[in-house]
């Protein structure tokens, strides 16, 4: 069965960083392309970040673009969302999932990905 599982959310002041883990179990993240997705309380869910199968490509949302960044680890099978200089408005549940694809994962659209994480919850306030 192939699982993803977040886990690296919490509370935290504006301005501060948090950083979001995507562990999978079942199998190889080789050869998959992660997004990383988020929900804020009465909003569609939106696309905040990707990276392709092999690393070499990323892609991230307007709101995030020079805050956050996304990296990958073949050895731990994990897929990684640094974020920084936080605002309230990136509150959300964060959801990371999976297309498989060698080339151009990252432009496929939000129903192709799954294996869809339960989600971590990110707050920022003071």
């Known amino acids: 069965q192939l699982q993803l599982v977040e886990s690296g959310g919490g509370l935290v002041q504006p301005g501060g960083s948090l950083r979001l883990s995507c562990a999978a179990s079942g199998f190889t993240l080789d050869y998959y392309a992660i997004g990383w997705f988020r929900q804020a309380p009465g909003k569609e869910r939106e696309r905040v970040s990707c990276?392709?199968?092999?690393?070499?490509?990323?892609n991230y949302a307007d709101s995030v673009n020079g805050r956050f960044t996304i990296s990958r680890n073949s050895a731990k099978n994990t897929v990684y969302l640094q974020m920084s200089s936080l605002k309230p408005e990136d509150t959300g549940v964060y959801y990371c999932?999976?297309?498989?694809?060698?080339?151009?994962?990252?432009?496929?659209?939000?129903?192709?990905?799954?294996?869809w994480g339960q989600g971590t919850q990110v707050t920022v306030s003071s």
């Open positions: 990276i392709s199968s092999s690393g070499g490509s990323t």
């Open positions: 999932a999976a297309v498989r694809s060698i080339i151009g994962g990252c432009r496929r659209p939000e129903t192709d990905f799954r294996s």
